[in-house]
């Protein structure tokens, strides 16, 4: 999408070395930061977006307004005749914005800074009280690595209910987005490399056993036969397989039978054994 005439193209061409520092691998340390849960070390994209001196716009509905335009022009076109497809497409389209604007709510709607407050305030205290609360049961030293220990917990939980407010970005945690859309882009590549398939090239083929395991007859031996023989034969397949299924379940009751009456009977010799 580095060829579409957005906002962001333009602003990658005015400032590269901005865009450059964007896209750049973190540090060893900064690595080692993120992965500590360090503030100080996590991605922050909104800062980049700040520094900018050009407007960015909106990329991703930049991108739903391309898609837009070209669902018009196949429909304009006849490419897309179907009334229903036309309908799915726009759908589609719509369900597209509303997944743009839940992200984007993600993103720029946090916690309230006074619900934040109070959750690390009491978590700081509770911690920093913790030691006293354990000298007198312990009675040891063992108070001081207990308590390093449920602190480390408490903490924890504090700090994933951050990593999960924001789950975008470039962090050890953030969402792998780039890998879904390298995911989605390789599945649309496997649907396009194929003309699209008639149904009488695999429906009328030789190797389409319609009736397997039934028969290895294929399809255009069926077509010859009449609606009663198809019938029948497929009623035979349903008793068949009942059949097969129904024996199957009893062998290997049978044998589950016969495994638990060897080992019984192991344990058994084994015990005498030992008197």
Known sequence: MGHLDTYAQAATKAEPELARRATVKPSFFKGIGEYLGISFAASNPRKMIKKSTVPLGNLPLEILSYLAAFTDDL?????????????LAYNNIAVLNDVLTGTERVLTTPL?????????QITWVYIILLPFQLVLPLQSYLAIPATVIASYIILGLLFIGREIENPFGQDVNDLPLESYCAQVAAEMDVIASRKKPTPSDWIESVNNRVLWPMSNAGWPVWMDRGEDKIRNAIKHKLETAFEHKKHRADFESEANTKGLRSRMSEKRTSGDDSV
């Open 75 to 87: 429909i304009k076109n006849n490419q897309l005749p179907v009334p229903m497809q036309q309908t």
């Open 112 to 120: 309230p800074i006074a619900y934040s407050i109070a959750i690390s």
